[in-house]
């Protein structure tokens, strides 16, 4: 019986601040966090009103398919994690949504129930679900706010969308900018926060799915000294043949103290405060190697080297070009006695791009 009093409690207070903030013109309310008080203040300067009712408009046919084209990658990369996500909330009434970066709904999950008109008019893939058209919604604020969010209720600006309580947490790309958020949502729901750290996590796996589908040479797992490695706390760097800098995840960009570089490429020398090269040298040992940083701190880093093959499909990885390139390699280290960096020079190739060689054609010297 408490936990119902102070439920009804809770939306007592939140329409109190409604009234306050959206009809009496007051800046603010001790009931609501201020990024919520700011939402509604943009959604009533933008001429929106709070019992105006919602449309939840898609996006044109032909804006659908594009943006379903340019954002294949990030869809394909999230499925497993969605998939997983929604059986940890299959014994609630939560659905799952992933929008792009403007709030347009790419994929649906969970158990949706169509009979609902509620659930049927969001969990929809291209629906436009921005601040700009549907008011203040955890994915509009995650959004802008760039940082997990619960919004319950009567927290979002539409009387209309006041039956839904959410959870959101943005999706950051490869090279650190915001691409998408993730949210969970629920119709008439109890308050459940808890989710808001459920869609963070499923959020930060979906941003490292998406930056190991990019074409990298050199992938380092970094993390502080004594800390286990292994899962998705782990910042993930990628790195190319020549040491540039490709894409880092959320969690190297927090460690490192990256942001996203408008000018030139960054390269391992940059950041890591050792000869770069020594990063490939790591991958062909099992065990962590200790990376020092231009500001005196230290991390320990796992690599690995990937194996791409960059012939094209209709050659085979054992045919007569790539026997003639390991047979030549192989010599050249053998010439050199075991020194990768005289066979790299010999060859006329760095020793990282040897290094990549030597992961496809076989075991190292």
Request: with cysteine.
């Amino acid at each position: 019986m408490n936990t119902e009093v102070s439920a009804l409690d809770r939306l007592a207070l939140l329409e109190q601040a409604r009234l306050a903030v959206l009809f009496n013109g007051e800046s603010a309310s001790p009931t609501l966090p201020e990024w919520i008080s700011h939402s509604w203040r943009r959604c009533l300067s933008n001429g929106l009103h709070p019992d105006y009712s919602v449309a939840f408009d898609a996006v044109s046919a032909a804006h659908i398919t594009r943006t379903l084209d340019l954002q294949r990658d990030f869809i394909q990369a999230a499925q497993p994690e969605i998939e997983r996500l929604c059986r940890a909330i299959a014994g609630t009434s939560f659905f799952a949504l992933l929008t792009d970066a403007k709030g347009v709904v790419l994929d649906v999950g969970g158990s949706i129930n169509r009979h609902d008109k509620r659930v049927e008019a969001i969990a929809r893939v291209g629906v436009d679900l921005s601040e700009e058209s549907v008011g203040t919604t955890a994915i509009s604020a995650a959004l802008t706010e760039l940082r997990p969010v619960w919004l319950h209720r009567g927290e979002h600006f539409f009387r209309d969308t006041s039956v839904y309580s959410c959870a959101g947490a943005p999706i950051w790309g490869p090279q650190g900018d915001c691409i998408g958020m993730l949210d969970l949502t629920g119709i008439n729901s109890p308050e459940r926060p808890e989710l808001m750290h459920l869609a963070a996590l499923s959020a930060r796996t979906i941003g490292n799915a998406l930056l190991l589908r990019q074409e990298h040479d050199l992938l380092l797992r970094l993390n502080w000294p004594g800390r286990l490695m292994g899962d998705d706390n782990d910042g993930l760097v990628l790195l190319s043949s020549e040491g540039e800098l490709l894409g880092a995840n959320i969690a190297a960009r927090e460690m490192l103290n990256l942001y996203p570089h408008l000018g030139k490429p960054l390269h391992a020398s940059d950041v890591f405060a050792l000869p770069w090269t020594l990063l490939f040298d790591a991958a062909s040992k099992d065990h962590y190697l200790d990376v020092p940083l231009w500001s005196g701190l230290h991390l320990q880093a796992r690599a690995c080297i990937e194996q791409n093959y960059e012939q094209a499909p209709h050659i085979s990885a054992t045919g007569p070009l790539h026997q003639l390139q390991s047979a030549m390699i192989r010599k050249a280290i053998d010439l050199s006695r075991g020194n990768v960096s005289q066979a790299a020079k010999a060859l006329g190739i760095s020793r990282a791009t040897l290094y990549r060689k030597l992961s496809r054609t076989g075991p190292k010297h």
